[in-house]
Structure formats: C-alpha cells, structure tokens
C-alpha cells in the first residue's frame, strides 16, 4: 500500500529511504522534499473513490509518507468546513469567496492537520516523547497528538503566549518551557538542542519534513471541493511559510495526477510589522533574510526569521503567479469583525487571509472577478484576550421579569 518513496535534499539532491527517521539532510543540512509513485498512484487511485471513506485529513493517505496505517494517531483532523460567504464577498470586493475554516479542527487550529502525520511518525519510529518549539498553537496540538496516542510531550513557548494556548497544552498534560525571546529566537535555541542529540524526542517542530506533508491536504480538499476546477488564488496566512509551500507541493502532485489542470494562484499574508516573506517577495529575491520584528496582534505569525522554508513559500508563490502582502494591525481587527458577521469566531493570526485579499483587490493587484479560498487558521478561542477587549458586557443585571421585560422592550 504505500506508495510513499523516500525523500529527496532540496540543496544537495542526496536521495533518502522512505523508512528513515529524518530531520534535515545528514549530509548538507537542507530540506527535504517527500516522493510517490505518483506514475502507480495515477493507475491506482481513483480521486473520486477517496469521497466514499471516513472524513479527514487520511482519506489521503496514500499521498502521505507512513508506512504503517495501524500506527496513524488522529483525532478527527481536516475536511473542516468550506462555507461560501457573499457578503464578505461584496466587503472585501471579490466575486466568490470561500472560506475554509481551520479553527474547526480538533484542537481549534490547522496545526492538527500536520501533527496528525508527526505523531503518526512518532509512533512508527517508537519514540515515547513528542516535541516542538512554538508560538502556542503546535504546542496545543503535540499535546493533545501525544495524549492521544500515550505519549508524553514537552513545548517550548515565548513567555508572553496567549494563555488559552499554553493552558490547553499543559491539560493535555505536557511539560511547558517558557522561554524569554521572541519565536524565531526561540526556535534557533529549540533547534540547536535537538540537533545537539542530549534529548531523545521526537520533533515536531520546523525540521520534521513527515509532518510538512500534512499540509497538502488543504489543496486535496479545496480541489475536490470545486470538482477538480480550482478557484483562481488561494490565501493563507504565513508565518514560517509551511502551509502555503505544501498546499503548492498538494495541487502540484494533483496535476501529475492528472486531477487537476490548473494550479491557483497562491498567496501568502503576513503583519507588516513582521513580514520577511513579502519583504523578500517585493524584492525578487529567492531566498528570506531574517528581519527585527515589531509588535503585532498576530501573535502566532510572529516569525521573523523563516530560514529554509521562507525560499519554498517564496518559490510557492512566484510559480503560480501568486502574490505576498502585509497587512497592518487595524485591517487584522477588521477582517476579524468581518468574519464574525458571518458567524465566524478567527483568532487575529487566523483572519489575516481575509485582511490581506482585501487590499490586494483594493490595490489592483487581485482581480475583483476572481474566485477565491481565503483559509482561516485558528479559533478566537485561542487568542481569547485579544477578543474580548473588542467587547463591552453591560453592568447591568436585570433582576425579575418585570425588568427583564423592560430592558427587552427598550431593545425594541
Ligand atoms: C502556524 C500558523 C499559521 C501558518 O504558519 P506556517 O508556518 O506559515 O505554516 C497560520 N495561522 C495560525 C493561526 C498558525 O498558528
Ligand atoms: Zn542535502
């Protein structure tokens, strides 16, 4: 059954086993880049079948590199909703828009649609302790991945993490290290302990090329969505740029598939105030130098340091025509109120899709007749103070029904 091949170094071209445990390439420390045998896939596997299995983000496992389907660890992760929404539509100023909503998943962030695979990988390679560093959401969900498969877990987080994302990690029951720093910070002192090999761990962090895999999905979905006609631009919020590079890496192997003949633009949305991506974008280069961060209300976009997976997200973005954008403070807390005028509760790192869309079509640099996915990524219950500071509740209690009444009449 798998027709999972091994891995290839994106720098060096170094082939590797598709049972090997890896992080980045012994030989020159670069990304990895997962293979199939796309040519038996083609002959085996019917797009239109994988319609008929149990929902998730494993409909597609053929398309994800384990070996051992008695090991996958899921809690009911991907095909979350894709909800057509008309007025964001005429607010943003695009024909169709769609929004996929991520904060549907298990633990209230797409990060479960990766650490489903990491975990699943952690269990193959008989690891007992998963790790990550992180800006609060991969926290949450390594936690719970690890619970659910009976495993332990130890996070590292920035200090000022919002509290609803350290608090559910540490129910879950992981160790939390609060670490002094910003992210990008952070991630360089979390790297160096796992490449120092005095832990045994399995990472789940930004080298783990296994659980990059699991953001393909997005593009499986999107596409069967629209019966095989992609829409015209996807948009994703970046902070390291995983989840716009794979969703790439996703419609590239549906076209070698033969399911889909046309990639969507992919665009990626960042703060302003911490922007390396668009910064390198804007500049033609093909590789993201790191930047000196200013605050933001994007707490979980607060990478200013991408390292490799920047030129991927870059890479993403230039060969199908898509676009990088920032987008300051103020728009991330309008498009969040647009979205909650449809019903949609987004953290302020999960609405910037829609912030981002907005002013590209308000630029000219989106079509106003295109069609469109904007994915929204995290739960406003994830970044719950951020919320209710928007929000007044009355002092006032109304006490009896006489006054419940009155205060209902005064509302009209
Ligand atoms: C992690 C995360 C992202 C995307 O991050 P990438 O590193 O670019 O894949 C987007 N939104 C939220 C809420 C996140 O937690
Ligand atoms: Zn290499």
């Given at each position: 059954m798998a027709y999972f091949t091994g891995f290839t170094c994106v720098g060096c071209g170094a082939p590797y086993q598709p049972s090997q445990d890896l992080?980045?390439?012994?030989?020159?420390?670069s990304l990895l880049e997962a293979n199939y045998d796309l040519s038996a896939l083609r002959d085996h596997l019917d797009r239109d079948a994988i319609?008929?299995?149990?929902?998730?983000?494993?409909?597609w496992r053929e398309l994800?590199?384990?070996?051992?389907?008695?090991?996958i660890v899921t809690?009911?992760?991907?095909?979350t909703p894709m909800l057509r929404c008309d007025r964001l539509a005429h607010a943003v100023g695009v024909r169709e828009l769609w929004v996929k909503s991520d904060a549907s998943n298990p633990t209230g962030s797409l990060k479960d649609r990766s650490i489903t695979v990491s975990a699943t990988k952690a269990v193959e390679f008989a690891y007992r302790v998963l790790s990550c560093d992180s800006t609060g959401n991969k926290a949450s969900s390594v936690a719970a991945y690890a619970a659910r498969a009976g495993l332990d877990s130890v996070v590292f987080c920035p200090d000022d993490t919002p509290i609803p994302k350290v608090t559910q990690s540490l129910f879950f029951g992981a160790k939390l290290i609060r670490v002094r720093g910003h992210y990008s910070q952070i991630n360089a002192m979390y790297r160096k302990l796992i490449h120092s090999g005095r832990v045994n761990w399995y990472d789940c962090g930004t080298d783990n090329p296994f659980r990059y895999?699991?953001?393909k999905t997005y593009a499986y979905e999107i596409a069967e969505h629209f019966g095989w006609q992609p829409p015209d631009r996807v948009v994703h919020p970046a902070n390291g740029g995983m989840s716009i590079a794979k969703t790439w890496k996703g419609f590239r192997e549906m076209q070698a598939l033969g399911w889909i003949d046309r990639i969507p633009k992919m665009t990626l949305v960042q703060a302003a105030n911490c922007d390396p991506i668009v910064r390198a974008s804007l500049a033609g280069a093909v590789t993201v130098a790191p930047i000196e961060k200013g605050p933001t209300i994007a707490s979980a976009l607060a990478g200013a340091d991408p390292g490799l997976l920047g030129a991927r997200a870059l890479e993403a973005v230039r060969e199908s025509g898509g676009t990088a954008i920032g987008v300051e403070d103020s728009e991330i807390i309008e498009a969040m109120t647009l979205l909650a005028k449809e019903g949609l509760f987004i953290e302020p790192s999960g609405a910037v899709a829609i912030a981002g869309l907005r002013r590209l079509v308000a630029s000219g640099r989106?079509?106003?007749d295109e069609s469109v996915v904007c994915v929204v990524t995290g739960s406003g219950f994830k970044d719950f103070d951020a919320i209710a500071s928007r929000v007044t509740i009355p002092d006032d209690v109304v006490d009896g029904y006489e006054q419940l009444l009155s205060a209902a009449v005064a509302i009209g």
């Amino acid at each position: 059954m798998a027709y999972f091949t091994g891995f290839t170094c994106v720098g060096c071209g170094a082939p590797y086993q598709p049972s090997q445990d890896l992080l980045l390439c012994p030989v020159c420390h670069s990304l990895l880049e997962a293979n199939y045998d796309l040519s038996a896939l083609r002959d085996h596997l019917d797009r239109d079948a994988i319609a008929a299995r149990p929902k998730g983000v494993w409909r597609w496992r053929e398309l994800l590199p384990i070996l051992d389907v008695g090991a996958i660890v899921t809690l009911g992760e991907g095909d979350t909703p894709m909800l057509r929404c008309d007025r964001l539509a005429h607010a943003v100023g695009v024909r169709e828009l769609w929004v996929k909503s991520d904060a549907s998943n298990p633990t209230g962030s797409l990060k479960d649609r990766s650490i489903t695979v990491s975990a699943t990988k952690a269990v193959e390679f008989a690891y007992r302790v998963l790790s990550c560093d992180s800006t609060g959401n991969k926290a949450s969900s390594v936690a719970a991945y690890a619970a659910r498969a009976g495993l332990d877990s130890v996070v590292f987080c920035p200090d000022d993490t919002p509290i609803p994302k350290v608090t559910q990690s540490l129910f879950f029951g992981a160790k939390l290290i609060r670490v002094r720093g910003h992210y990008s910070q952070i991630n360089a002192m979390y790297r160096k302990l796992i490449h120092s090999g005095r832990v045994n761990w399995y990472d789940c962090g930004t080298d783990n090329p296994f659980r990059y895999e699991g953001k393909k999905t997005y593009a499986y979905e999107i596409a069967e969505h629209f019966g095989w006609q992609p829409p015209d631009r996807v948009v994703h919020p970046a902070n390291g740029g995983m989840s716009i590079a794979k969703t790439w890496k996703g419609f590239r192997e549906m076209q070698a598939l033969g399911w889909i003949d046309r990639i969507p633009k992919m665009t990626l949305v960042q703060a302003a105030n911490c922007d390396p991506i668009v910064r390198a974008s804007l500049a033609g280069a093909v590789t993201v130098a790191p930047i000196e961060k200013g605050p933001t209300i994007a707490s979980a976009l607060a990478g200013a340091d991408p390292g490799l997976l920047g030129a991927r997200a870059l890479e993403a973005v230039r060969e199908s025509g898509g676009t990088a954008i920032g987008v300051e403070d103020s728009e991330i807390i309008e498009a969040m109120t647009l979205l909650a005028k449809e019903g949609l509760f987004i953290e302020p790192s999960g609405a910037v899709a829609i912030a981002g869309l907005r002013r590209l079509v308000a630029s000219g640099r989106a079509d106003a007749d295109e069609s469109v996915v904007c994915v929204v990524t995290g739960s406003g219950f994830k970044d719950f103070d951020a919320i209710a500071s928007r929000v007044t509740i009355p002092d006032d209690v109304v006490d009896g029904y006489e006054q419940l009444l009155s205060a209902a009449v005064a509302i009209g």
